[in-house]
């Protein structure tokens, strides 16, 4: 039987990282049953997979999904979850105050995005040497290890996946897979202050941004709390 084919209406966007311009349909209900059974998983992996999967499946526009930094996949969805499923997010906060839970709304419009500066990703180390840095992309998010991100080892890693390149007064040195190791090893002959200098970019990376404000109603306090990152606006 020939049923009748519904058209999904098309929307537009932008990326952060280059400001190309992205068309994109609403996901459908299959889809959203596969980032429903994710986000009930909890796991980071398949929630991190969901998404992926949405985002190539609604974007019509041609690109490359590995070379997306982690905020546009991030700015992406969300705009994704506004238009297939209406602009307000339903959460569950919890009071600063008497710590119980509150169901509290926002609206996706109302969420920012922190400012992209692109110059952050350059570190210089000496007069002469410094490193570009590239914006965590889906695939070396996916090889990171969240239990070691607290360690220094977790941080090296995550400090080698992203270099772009080193330079110095002569020459640029291509950051690649064949290089890898020479790369660590460069890293790993830092001195503490360079390394920190390195580290310290990731603390630029632009992210979601949200202050949710509401009173208890338990004890009627007025609570503020900021909202930082995709994760925080599925609690």
Same mark, same amino acid.
């Given at each position: ?135 965590? $992309? ?7 290890? *969240?239990? =070691?991100? @607290?360690?220094? !080892?977790? &941080?090296?890693?995550? %400090?080698?996946?992203?270099?772009? $390149? ?7 040195? *291509?950051? =690649?897979? @064949?290089?890898? !190791?020479? &790369?660590?090893?460069? %890293? ?48």
């Amino acid at each position: 039987m020939n049923l009748p084919q519904l058209d999904l209406p098309r929307h537009k966007t932008v990326l952060p990282s280059s400001g190309q311009e992205i068309i994109m349909r609403p996901y459908l209900v299959k889809e959203e049953k596969i980032l429903l059974l994710a986000l009930e998983s909890q796991d980071p992996e398949q929630i991190a997979l969901a998404i992926r999967g949405l985002i190539e499946s609604c974007i019509e526009t041609e690109f490359d999904i590995e070379k997306l930094a982690g905020f546009d996949i991030e700015k992406l969805f969300l705009e994704l979850r506004s238009i297939s499923v209406g602009e307000k997010i339903a959460l569950n906060a919890k009071c600063q105050h008497c710590e119980e839970l509150n169901e509290v709304s926002l609206n996706i419009k109302d969420v920012t995005m922190t400012d992209y500066n692109p110059d952050d990703r350059i570190r210089k180390l000496t007069d002469s040497v410094g490193v570009t840095m590239n914006y965590p $992309n889906a695939e070396a998010l996916a090889k990171l290890d *969240p239990e =070691k991100m @607290d360690s220094i !080892e977790g &941080i090296m890693d995550l %400090v080698v996946a992203c270099v772009a $390149n080193i330079f110095d007064d002569d020459n640029v040195y *291509p950051a =690649k897979k @064949d290089n890898e !190791e020479d &790369i660590k090893q460069f %890293v790993e002959g830092l001195t503490t202050e360079q390394f920190k200098s390195i580290a310290g970019f990731f603390g630029t990376m632009p992210m979601l941004a949200y202050d949710l404000e509401f009173e208890c109603t338990h004890c009627s306090k007025a609570n503020k709390i900021e909202l930082r990152g995709l994760q925080s606006f599925f609690s």
